[in-house]
T-cell receptor, first 110, second 114 residues
Framework: KNEVEQSPQNLTAQEGEFITINCSYSVGISALHWLQQHPGGGIVSLFMLSSGKKKHGRLIATINIQEKHSSLHITASHPRDSAVYICAVKSETSGSRLTFGEGTQLTVNP | ETGVTQTPRHLVMGMTNKKSLKCEQHLGHNAMYWYKQSAKKPLELMFVYSLEERVENNSVPSRFSPECPNSSHLFLHLHTLQPEDSALYLC?????????????FGPGTRLLVL
C-alpha cells in the first residue's frame, strides 16, 4: 500500500461541473502539496497546506490532519483545467523529501 | 513561467552516449532537486542538493551523476543508460530544505534511450 493514495485515478467532467479529487496518506506529515501537471510534463505547485483550507481563484484545497485526508476542489470547471493533479506529502521525519501519489487524470469536456 | 528552466526539453540518446541535463533556477533558492517520472508511476526523488552539498541520494544507479556547481545551477550527467531509464526528468528548487517548503518545478526533459 502506497503512503499516499489518490482517488479517483481518472475523472471526466463536463464544463462547469464541480470537481473533487481526494488524497489520503498514512504517515504523520508536516505539509501536503497539490501539484498540477500539464501534457508535456511541466508541473506547477498549486497549494501547500499544513492545516485548514486555502483558496486560489476557482481552486480550493482542504486538509483534515486527524483523518489524514485532503481534498482539491475545482469550481466551474473549464477545459483548460484538464491535467494530472498530484498530491504529495512531506513527512514529519523525511526532511526535504516529498512522497507523491500516483495522480488523478482530469479531463474537462466543453 | 515558474522561474526554473531546463535544457534540453527533449533528448534521444543511445546506450553508449554521454549527455548532460541542465537546470537553472532564477528564484534565489538554495535547494535543488532531480526527480524521475516514468509512465504511470509516481514521481521518484533522485537527488537533493542544499547549499551546493548533496544531502540525499535515493539509491540511484551510478550511471546518473549529479553536479551542483552553485546554488542556481544543477546538472545531471548521463552515461551508459538503459532503455528503462527513458522518462521525464524534472528539476525543482526550494528555499531551504526543511520545514514547510514548496518546491517549484521546471518543465522537464523528456529522455528516450534507444
Amino acid at each position: 500500500k502506497n503512503e499516499v493514495e489518490q482517488s479517483p485515478q481518472n475523472l471526466t467532467a463536463q464544463e462547469g461541473e464541480f470537481i473533487t479529487i481526494n488524497c489520503s496518506y498514512s504517515v504523520g506529515i508536516s505539509a501536503l502539496h497539490w501539484l498540477q501537471q500539464h501534457p508535456g510534463g511541466g508541473i506547477v505547485s498549486l497549494f501547500m497546506l499544513s492545516s485548514g483550507k486555502k483558496k486560489h481563484g476557482r481552486l480550493i484545497a482542504t486538509i483534515n490532519i486527524q483523518e489524514k485526508h485532503s481534498s482539491l476542489h475545482i469550481t466551474a470547471s473549464h477545459p483548460r483545467d484538464s491535467a494530472v493533479y498530484i498530491c504529495a506529502v512531506k513527512s514529519e521525519t523525511s526532511g526535504s523529501r516529498l512522497t507523491f501519489g500516483e495522480g488523478t487524470q482530469l479531463t474537462v469536456n466543453p | 513561467e515558474t522561474g526554473v528552466t531546463q535544457t534540453p526539453r527533449h533528448l534521444v540518446m543511445g546506450m553508449t552516449n554521454k549527455k548532460s541535463l541542465k537546470c537553472e533556477q532564477h528564484l534565489g533558492h538554495n535547494a535543488m532537486y532531480w526527480y524521475k517520472q516514468s509512465a504511470k508511476k509516481p514521481l521518484e526523488l533522485m537527488f537533493v542538493y542544499s547549499l551546493e552539498e548533496r544531502v540525499e541520494n535515493n539509491s540511484v544507479p551510478s550511471r546518473f551523476s549529479p553536479e551542483c556547481p552553485n546554488s542556481s545551477h544543477l546538472f545531471l550527467h548521463l552515461h551508459t543508460l538503459q532503455p528503462e531509464d527513458s522518462a521525464l526528468y524534472l528539476c525543482a528548487s526550494s528555499q531551504g530544505r526543511g520545514g514547510l517548503k514548496t518546491q517549484y518545478f521546471g518543465p522537464g526533459t523528456r529522455l528516450l534511450v534507444l
